[in-house]
């Protein structure tokens, strides 16, 4: 999958999308919606380019939004009545604008950053500008400025929280991944992911994985057919599983879970694609190779796997390492908000500047 555009390039578009005086006062008023038409083009475009759907992304940020700012009574189709965020509203000028930095606190890859980037617009339309300062799937380290925002604080302060959570979580994946992929580098094996994935956000999650240098397994249950433990129980046999899946679905991609060598002889004779080795040794995974590699079968490791381990078991020549540690246990990559809150607009103002990356 190709990567986001350049920063400069989005800087560029963002900018050139700033709206005019009338339209940040109609922004100012109705912070708090979800604009899910007020994308930028070149986020929308970013977002494509990382293989994301725009419109998938937006409903992402609308459910995690309605979480901050539930709705209960509706002020019509482009209002909520109380749904407010009572800290900001309280304490903040309606007409101050400012810009804040996201910054990375700790080392790391990030990912996520035009995901960040459609939650401020989400929440604040046209009167935000977004300027991306780095890549997904960049190295950064303390202090590194990943991002540049520019609008009106109480919005910006609102949206702080949404877009972060999902830009660490989503370069802690990263983060992991890469950690997982530099420990087996020069091996011939790749690091793959699973459906171990928090429910709604497995598109970003798996997105997340590519930044980090891993692989995805399949997207959905409708991608490939992956006959695991219980399968093989229920139909009587590996050989009957495997059968059963070829002939009700002939030209999708089968993978066979094995937890034995012998598992493994008999997948490959029945013509597996692919076979997972379930939790066995490197003596057990070399000789699995052994059987498989002759017959033009790929092999990928599974279960109990650690980043210790990971060297070895990738030396035995399997051609995958399956890790769900990727996306169900990665711990966030820590990155703040940095504001600087600046003076209310007024009729002299000009609108926000956008600093050049």
């Known amino acids: 999958m190709s990567g986001p555009r350049t920063p400069q390039a989005v800087a560029g578009e963002v900018a050139a999308d700033t709206a005019t005086a009338a339209d940040q006062a109609a922004a100012d008023h109705h912070w708090a919606e979800v604009h899910s038409g007020r994308l930028s083009p070149a986020i929308r475009s970013a977002l494509a380019a990382a293989g994301l759907d725009p419109e998938g992304v937006v409903a992402v940020i609308g ?27 309280a304490t903040v000028d309606a007409a101050l604008v400012g810009h804040g930095a996201l910054v990375s606190r700790a080392a790391g890859t990030v ?12 929440l604040l339309g046209r ?42 979580h989503l370069s802690g994946i990263a983060t992991l991944t890469r950690a997982w992929v530099d420990a087996i580098a020069g091996t011939g094996a790749a690091i793959r992911d699973t459906r171990k994935t928090l429910p709604g956000l497995r598109a970003l999650e798996k997105y997340a994985v590519r930044c980090g240098g891993g692989r995805n397994h399949r997207m959905s249950l409708t991608d490939a057919a992956l006959i695991k433990d219980n399968h093989v129980v229920a139909a009587g046999g590996v050989a009957a599983a495997f059968a059963a899946v070829r002939a009700r679905f002939p030209g999708l991609p089968v993978e066979v879970e094995c937890d034995t060598v012998d598992q ?38 599974s279960g109990g796997l650690t980043l210790r381990v990971a060297p070895d078991v990738a030396a035995t020549g399997v051609d ?38």
């Open 127 to 168: 009167s935000v500008t977004v300027t991306l300062t780095a890549h997904d799937g960049d190295a950064v380290s303390p202090g590194t400025t990943v991002a540049r925002v520019n609008g009106p604080v109480r919005g910006l302060l609102t949206a702080e929280r949404t877009a972060l959570n999902l830009l660490c």
């Open 264 to 301: 493994v002889a008999e997948a490959v004779a029945a013509g597996a694609d692919l076979i997972l080795c379930d939790n066995m040794t490197s003596q057990d995974l070399r000789a699995s190779v052994a059987i498989a590699r002759p017959a033009g079968v790929r092999l990928e490791a």
């Open 63 to 89: 459910r995690a939004v309605a979480e901050d700012l539930p709705s209960s009574e509706s002020d019509g189709p482009s209002g909520r009545i109380g749904a407010v965020d009572a800290t900001s509203e």
């Open 111 to 122: 990912a996520g950053l035009p995901v960040a980037a459609a939650v401020f617009e989400s």
């Open 320 to 357: 995958y390492l399956a890790v769900g540690a990727l996306t169900h246990s990665a711990p966030a990559l820590d990155l703040g908000l940095d504001l600087d809150p600046g003076r209310p607009s007024g009729p002299d103002w000009a609108g926000p500047t956008v600093e050049e990356s």
